[in-house]
């Protein structure tokens, strides 16, 4: 059992609606996601740029694909917490995965603004995964059960 | 030390504790993300259209979107400094979760302040402009017309005071619940295992 559970729950049922709700209004039988609910929903936080997106039912995402990615990063990385909790033992390496994550991003998005290379969706909503999955598995730890107590 | 007394050590706050982290840390973000968008909005407004997916404004929308996600993480660190070293994760995703809260509605107010006040014509300035440099973009007609279509309704959605916060609300709150949990895990007290 999950220490913290229904946290746990309230945050794996949050983020598997932002990862529907990204998809657009193609799941909802729309003809477009900009103007639509799912496009307003995440207007404030992404360009959602038609060249720069997926799309689902051949409509447009209400997302750009690195967007997608960090969504569908952080739904995956709180899916693994449970069995990170069984199997993972050693936990520096987390918080450097999370830093890599970043600097990959960052490196990512350099190349690309300087014309240094051009990156693609796929690319894009790889390495946004990778951030939202290090994002989600860096707090792994906290929801383990055990016999613990505050130092005095 | 047994649970009794585990679970005298464990505080609870109230509200009145938590709003200084979340109203000093959201209003500094908002304000930041506030000016930024100022800056590369005026940015746009004054450069030559050159085509480029790069435009001040989309830079805009990244480093915006990125540094207002980490307030979560400097509220709950915040916390830790100002209020007690020790924090439960639930109030971790609480603190992270408002001040995500706290930065959209500061930020909202303030563009609406600036757009009533000080430049009425900065939406209009800022879709011109924008729509020039899709103009200028090296893609099919039909590719620029929907990116045109695309920016002109989500500028025009953002006319709107309280749409902005509702539909802005729960989607900065959780990305900030997340790194509250992270700052929880970075800056709150840790427990000692005992075996």
Redesign the interface.
């Known amino acids: 059992m999950l220490k913290h559970v229904w946290l746990y729950i309230g945050v794996l049922l949050s983020l598997a609606l932002l990862v529907i709700f990204s998809l657009g209004g193609g799941l909802w039988g729309a003809e477009k996601s900009i103007g639509h609910w799912t496009g307003n929903l995440f207007w404030g936080i992404c360009h959602q740029m038609p060249q720069r997106s997926f799309t689902f039912n051949e409509v447009q995402m209400a997302v750009n694909s690195r967007c997608f990615g960090v969504f569908l990063g952080l739904l995956a990385g709180w899916i693994a917490i449970p069995a990170m909790i069984r199997l993972v033992h050693r936990k520096k390496w987390i918080l450097w995965f999370l830093f890599l994550a970043v600097i990959v991003q960052i490196i990512d998005y350099s190349g690309n603004l300087f014309h240094i290379w051009e990156n693609t969706n796929v690319s894009r909503a790889v390495l946004g995964g990778m951030l939202g999955f290090a994002a989600s598995i860096a707090v792994f730890d906290l929801f383990k059960t055990d016999n613990k107590i505050f130092e005095p | 030390?047994n649970e009794e007394n585990?679970k005298q050590?464990e505080q609870n706050f109230s509200f009145n504790d938590y709003w200084p982290s979340i109203g000093i840390v959201g209003a500094i973000f908002s304000l930041i993300s506030f000016v930024a968008g100022l800056f590369f909005g005026y940015q746009q407004i004054n450069s030559e259209p050159t085509g480029s997916?790069?435009s001040p404004i989309?830079?805009s929308?990244?480093i915006v979107?990125l540094v207002t996600s980490l307030a979560g993480l400097l509220a709950v660190w915040h916390f830790t400094r100002e209020v007690s070293p020790?924090l439960?994760?639930?109030q971790g995703?609480v603190i992270g979760f408002l001040t995500g809260a706290v930065i959209?509605v500061i930020s909202v107010i303030l563009n609406e302040l600036w757009i009533m006040l000080v430049d009425p014509e900065y939406t209009q300035k800022i879709l011109e402009s924008t729509i020039a440099n899709i103009e200028a973009m090296d893609?099919p007609q039909s590719?620029k017309d929907?990116?045109i279509?695309?920016m002109a309704?989500?500028i025009e959605?953002?006319q709107s005071f309280l749409?902005?916060i509702f539909?802005?609300v729960?989607?900065?709150g959780?990305?900030n619940?997340?790194?509250g949990?992270?700052g929880?895990?970075?800056f709150a007290?840790k427990?000692?295992?005992?075996?």
């Open positions: 030390m585990i050590e997916f790069f989309m830079l929308g990244v979107c020790k439960k994760l639930g995703a959209v893609m590719a929907d990116m279509d695309a309704e989500s959605q953002s749409r902005q539909w802005g729960p989607i900065t959780l990305l619940l997340i790194t949990l992270i929880v895990k970075l007290e427990e000692e295992e005992t075996f």
